[in-house]
């Protein structure tokens, strides 16, 4: 069965740093999407990207975010500057164009020091 | 806006007994609703989703839910719990032509054998 996977399982960075978390969706799917699930809290919506270009985003998912699809197997989010709240579970999600079912990845936690 | 509440934050069953996570939302149209497992270190995988139609939906591992729009309900169940189902179970609402999946904040399952 085909899978969302994401690399690395586990990122460490210092603050202020350039972190890019990457993810490989599954292979005919045409929407992807990343969430973050800060330790204890809600799993919350960062951005959904369709065609090439970014189709909703949250309150959260501000200057410091940007995400790319660099070719076509992978897509990636980077924090430019990361800071200590940054610290979370982050998920990358795809889903085909006819349905509206999301499949996850198992995630990359990045911890900010 | 959208919102999903899950009241239990933890709930302990014996094995071979009965489950009921419940999960209410808030949406002003009819909802798309999803329930996700997350098993320790791994990522969230879906059971079940309700887009309409028959408002009792099955999924995987024996999981069911029922949508019921008067209550604005979509409590899951499973008639016989294995130690296996432990895990933190989300339940999720979206919408048709937004991306964004909004998620309630998790119940908790442990099985006692």
């Known amino acids: 069965e085909p899978e969302v996977t994401q690399t690395p399982s586990h990122q460490v960075t210092q603050m202020g740093q350039e972190v890019i978390l990457r993810c490989v969706p599954i292979?005919?799917?045409?929407?992807f999407y990343w969430y973050r699930q800060i330790l204890g809290q809600k799993v919350e919506f960062l951005v959904s990207?369709?065609?090439?270009?970014?189709?909703?985003k949250s309150e959260i998912f501000d200057d410091q975010f940007s995400v790319e699809r660099p070719d076509g197997s992978n897509f990636t989010l980077k924090i430019r500057s990361t800071k200590l709240e940054d610290s979370a579970m982050y998920f990358c999600?795809?889903?085909?164009?006819?349905?509206?079912?999301?499949?996850f990845g198992p995630g990359t936690r990045l911890t900010v020091l | 806006a959208q919102s999903v509440t899950q009241p239990d934050i933890h709930i302990t069953v014996s094995e071979g007994a009965s489950l009921e996570l419940r999960c209410n939302y808030s949406?002003?149209?009819?909802?798309?609703l999803f329930w996700y497992v997350q098993s320790p270190g791994q990522g969230l995988q879906l059971l079940l989703k309700?887009?309409?139609?028959?408002?009792l939906v099955q999924g995987i591992k024996g999981f069911e839910a029922e949508f019921k729009r008067s209550q604005s309900s979509f409590n899951l169940r499973k008639p016989s719990v294995h130690w296996s189902d432990a895990a933190e179970y989300f339940c999720?609402?979206?919408?048709?032509?937004?991306?964004?999946?909004?998620f309630g904040s998790g119940t908790r399952l442990q099985v006692q054998p």
């Open positions: 999720a609402v979206g919408a048709k032509g937004r991306r964004a999946l909004t």
């Open positions: 990207f369709y065609n090439n270009e970014i189709s909703e």
């Open positions: 949406y002003g149209a009819t909802p798309y």
């Open positions: 999600a795809s889903s085909d164009s006819g349905t509206d079912t999301q499949y």
């Open positions: 292979s005919n799917h045409l929407y």
């Open positions: 309700y887009f309409s139609g028959d408002t």
